[in-house]
Structures are given as structure tokens and as C-alpha cells.
């Protein structure tokens, strides 16, 4: 392999043509550009859709009330489900392998207004109970997350977010500051960070107070917008299971056919997660099959270019073996060429698909739909492998008839 001679043969033999050394080159640099800028493209849109589990538990079930549309044991249909606080508790003994559960009530169904001092800002007030946090996963900058203290006792404690802040402390430390919430006063206990994204973009963070304090304070009278829980079977079948008992659960407490599908809104991760899953990894294959046609379409070049090489070298292959040259080291020349060719080529495209998908990431800001399309360490293996791969398929059929010629008919070739 490492033979001076024969190097220098298998470059002038590529110096004679060129031409048509880059042309058949860059066939394969092609193949294996696109198979690069394709699977960056995917691993882009997986990394963007994955991006919206980001603050979610992945093997949680989030429940709200709608309304009914079937007649239920002499009840009419069009009726709201209400979900309350009740509930709660009822699904957290209704499901086996339950880990966290936890209510949300919306104040006011809508932005509610913040005041410090003469700064005021709309923002969403969210009650919620201390397990929330172990479903939606706010990173805390500083201070603290509503506890279980926070929620037995009322406390009017509120959580902020980096945007609220700055709009209403303009620069101040808001830790155990307090600030009006549609006129009652709540104690700033924690920062947490928020990034706005896809729908979101361009809107304000949520906030967040105790259930109990938004109920008590706002006058929600036991009632919850919507009921979010975690289970230790992540697989589908236990999410499906956990779905059904929390919707017959739910159907018995309030009177409705559980078979009515509008009664409540569910949303599964574990389904969604797992759908989202099937979908990337069939658009993966799709990929890898587009790109791979392509590299295959470049190994053909070469292969027929290296049959024309050794076409045109017929007779001195066959002087080779006349003086005694095996086989092995003739199949040996045209495999190195035909390796070598493909192997320069195909790692300049490597080499440039990586590079424009790593700009690419660094320039394009990340979105809910399309983030970070950069190329694992990985899947730059197996790209290096098909080339390999490529280099050998390439130079295969040339290389074995080449060692076919029979020195013989070589001589009287012309």
C-alpha cells in the first residue's frame, strides 16, 4: 500500500487524463456532499421538533375540560366539563405508577397586569402546585419554585421570568420585592428562564403563583384549567392504559360517556414523542436513501472511467505479467487507483457538507421547526465507511479484469 512506485504510477496515470480525473471525481464529491447536506437537513428538523419537549416531561398526560357531544344516562350532550381540584387527587389514586400530577388555573383566562412601583406589564398568571415543576422543567436562575409550604398555606408568593424583570424591576434584584397582581401584593420568590419560540415568539413569559393562593385570591372556586401527570410506564401501551383510567376516572366524576371523545381534550407525550419518532426516522431512511443514490451514481462514474484506464493499458498490464507480476499485485494497482479517486474526491465533500452545515447552525437562529442541522461523529463514520466502500465497489469489476488478461492477447492487443 505504501509502495513509492506504485504511488507514483497511480498519479501518473490520473496526470495523462485530468480532465476527466476531476469530472469523474467530482461525481462522487457530489454524492457525498448531498448525503451530508440531506442528513443535516433531517437531524435539523428532528432537533427542532424535538426542541418543543424542551420544558416537558416526555412521559406525562396533560387533560382539559371541553364539551360534551353525546347524551350520557339521560343528560344532554353540549355540556362543559369543568375540571376541578377534586380531580386531582382522584387521578393520583385512579392510576398505578403515577410519579407527579399537578393542576393549572389560568387567572382570568387571560393576561392579568403586574405593577412595581410606576412600571406595569400584562402578563399570563398561572396557579399551579409545586409538582408542576417536575412536568414542565423551568430552569431556576435564582431564588426558588413554589414548594408545598407556598401551597398550604395560601402564601401569595409569585415566580418570575427574565422578561418580567427587566420590564417592571428595570435592573433591580426582585427577590422578596413585592408586586401588585390585579391589585393584591405577591412576594417575588424565584427567576426563572424563559425563551419565547415558534407561537410563542415575541410574547411574554407566564407567571406563576400557588393554585391554592389563585384560588382563594381570585375566586376560582376550586376549579383548574387543566390537570398535567407523569407515570413511571413510558412505553405506549402504559400510556394508552393511563389515558383510558384517567378519562374513566374523570367520565365517572362528571357524568359523561367516556367513549366521547370531545368530552375532554387529551394530549399524550408519550403518543406524540413516539410519532414524531416514527415519522423522523422514516424521513432518515428516505434520506439516506436519496444521498446513497447519489454516491452510487458517482461509484458507477468511476467504475466505468476505471474500465476505459485499464482498456487503454491492456498491453502494458499484460508485459506486467509477462515479467512476472501476480495477479494480485495487478488487481492491487487498480483497486489503490479507483480507492484513491474516490477517496480525495469524496472527502472534499465530506469535509465541505460538515462545514457548511456547522455555518449554517451558527447562522440561522434556531426555531421550533428547523435547529442546529449539524452532523454527528457518528454519521461522519459511516459517511467515511461508504466511502471506503465506495472506493472498492468502484474499482472492483476493472481491477478483475484486469487481472483476467491473459499477457498473451495483451501483446497482440490494439
Given at each position: 500500500?505504501f ?11 490520473i ?12 461525481a ?5 456532499f448531498?448525503l451530508i447536506?440531506?442528513?443535516?437537513a433531517?437531524?435539523g ?14 412521559n406525562?398526560?396533560?387533560?382539559r ?5 353525546k347524551?350520557w ?28 400530577i399537578?393542576?393549572?388555573?389560568r387567572?382570568w ?24 415543576r ?5 430552569r ?9 409550604v ?12 427574565e ?21 393584591i401584593?405577591f ?7 424563559f ?8 410574547s ?7 393554585l ?27 400510556a ?13 366524576r362528571h357524568?359523561f ?8 381534550w ?13 415519522i ?30 485499464v ?13 512476472g ?8 494497482q ?7 479517486l474516490t ?13 457548511l ?13 428547523f435547529?442546529?442541522?449539524t452532523?454527528?461523529i ?28 491473459r499477457?498473451?492477447?495483451a501483446l497482440?492487443?490494439?
Amino acid at each position: 500500500m505504501f509502495d513509492r512506485e506504485q504511488w507514483a504510477e497511480i498519479f501518473e496515470s490520473i496526470g495523462k487524463n485530468k480532465m476527466r480525473a476531476v469530472l469523474t471525481g467530482f461525481a462522487v464529491f457530489w454524492g457525498i456532499f448531498m448525503l451530508i447536506i440531506l442528513l443535516g437537513a433531517g437531524a435539523g428538523l428532528r432537533n427542532g421538533f424535538s426542541y418543543n419537549f424542551r420544558n416537558t416531561a416526555t412521559n406525562s398526560i396533560r387533560l382539559r375540560g371541553n364539551e360534551t357531544s353525546k347524551h350520557w344516562q339521560g343528560l344532554p350532550p353540549n355540556r362543559v366539563i369543568s375540571l376541578e381540584e377534586a380531580d386531582i387527587e382522584a387521578l393520583r389514586h385512579a392510576i398505578p405508577g403515577i410519579q407527579h400530577i399537578s393542576g393549572q388555573y389560568r387567572v382570568w383566562r387571560g393576561n392579568s397586569r403586574l405593577r412595581y412601583g410606576k412600571n406595569t406589564g400584562s402578563y399570563n398568571i398561572r396557579g399551579i402546585q409545586p409538582e408542576h415543576r417536575h412536568l414542565q422543567h423551568q430552569r431556576i436562575i435564582a431564588g426558588r419554585f413554589i414548594n408545598e409550604v407556598d401551597e398550604v398555606q395560601d402564601r401569595k408568593v409569585i415566580v418570575i421570568a427574565e422578561d418580567c424583570r427587566q420590564e417592571l424591576f428595570k435592573g433591580e434584584d426582585p427577590l422578596h420585592k413585592w408586586v401588585s397582581v390585579n391589585g393584591i401584593p405577591f412576594e417575588v420568590v424565584g427567576l426563572y428562564e424563559f425563551e419565547a419560540g415558534g407561537m410563542e415568539r415575541g410574547s411574554r413569559s407566564p407567571v406563576f403563583i400557588p393554585l391554592s393562593a389563585a384560588q382563594k385570591v381570585f375566586n376560582a372556586k376550586g376549579l383548574v384549567d387543566d390537570i398535567t401527570f407523569s407515570f413511571a410506564d413510558a412505553s405506549i401501551a402504559g400510556a394508552k392504559q393511563a389515558e383510558q383510567r384517567a378519562i374513566h376516572t374523570l367520565a365517572r366524576r362528571h357524568n359523561f360517556d367516556p367513549t366521547d371523545e370531545r368530552a375532554l381534550w387529551v394530549n399524550n407525550n408519550v403518543e406524540n414523542v413516539g410519532m414524531l419518532g416514527s415519522i423522523f426516522n422514516g424521513i432518515n431512511a428516505f434520506l439516506w436513501f436519496v444521498g446513497i443514490g447519489s454516491l452510487i451514481a458517482g461509484i458507477v462514474g468511476v467504475s466505468n472511467i476505471m474500465l476505459i484506464v485499464v482498456k487503454e493499458r491492456t498491453k502494458e498490464l499484460g508485459i506486467r505479467k509477462a515479467l512476472g507480476a501476480t495477479p494480485a499485485k495487478v488487481v492491487g494497482q487498480i483497486l489503490m487507483e479507483a480507492i484513491f479517486l474516490t477517496g480525495m474526491a469524496g472527502w472534499a465533500g465530506l469535509v465541505l457538507g460538515v462545514f457548511l452545515m456547522e455555518g449554517i447552525a451558527s447562522v440561522v437562529p434556531g426555531s421550533e421547526f428547523f435547529r442546529d442541522p449539524t452532523i454527528r461523529i457518528d454519521v461522519a463514520l459511516w459517511a467515511l465507511a461508504a466511502l471506503i466502500v465506495a472506493g472498492a465497489l468502484a474499482g472492483y469489476i476493472p481491477a478483475r479484469r484486469a487481472a483476467a488478461i491473459r499477457p498473451i492477447e495483451a501483446l497482440r492487443y490494439e
